[in-house]
């Protein structure tokens, strides 16, 4: 009976690791790009691969309606960002980031038994934190680099969100690396920035 009992908890955990794995990395790499990591995700879930929202709730993430919703965004946001690279619609980033990124880590826990509320939460704060952390070092190399170079930075963001949102599907330890990542960014971020407004206070 203890071996019967052993074997099912030690399922459950490996279990809860694979979606949160999964559902962080998904969630970061929407935050880098908004609209590639969910169609990748959805077309991984129709074919069955890795994921599958089908049983559940969130069935809808890989729907033809929705994909067909996130692949319209996608050309208009590429158009809109041909006309005016570096426009006002970058602001809708965040937001955008955060709603596709805790839908997908919702129902991929959904998916696996598990209370969705706690992926839409953790998937919105991964998605938003990777999209300001994106956005900050996009901005920065855009500002260094000739009008030519700085163009192609949206087609390496949108290789890194894919290369990271499939890597996590299909090898979820990837989403911890990417959380991992993340947080050490936003670290050393906010402690260079500390030391910024310490030396201005020290001019003073």
Known sequence: MALS??????????????????????????????????????????????????????AFLESDWFLAVVFGLTVVWYVLGRVRPGGEQERLLLPLAAILGALLFAGLLESGGYPFWIGAVGGGAVAALAALMAGGLIKGARARLDPGAA??????????????????????????????????????????????????????
């Open 151 to 204: 163009a192609l930075l949206t087609v390496w963001a949108d290789l890194v969100a894919l290369a990271l949102a499939a890597g996590s599907a299909l090898l979820w330890p990837l989403g911890f690396v990417a959380l991992v990542v993340l947080v050490v960014l936003a670290v050393r971020i906010r402690t260079g920035r500390d030391r910024k407004y310490e030396g201005l206070r020290t001019l003073r």
């Open 5 to 58: 009992l052993s074997v099912p908890t030690r399922t459950l955990t490996i279990g809860i690791f694979t979606y949160i794995g999964q559902g962080a990395g998904l969630a970061a790499a929407t935050g880098v790009r908004p609209f590639l990591p969910p169609l990748l995700a959805g077309g991984l879930a129709r074919a069955d691969v890795a994921i599958d929202f089908e049983d559940g709730s969130f």
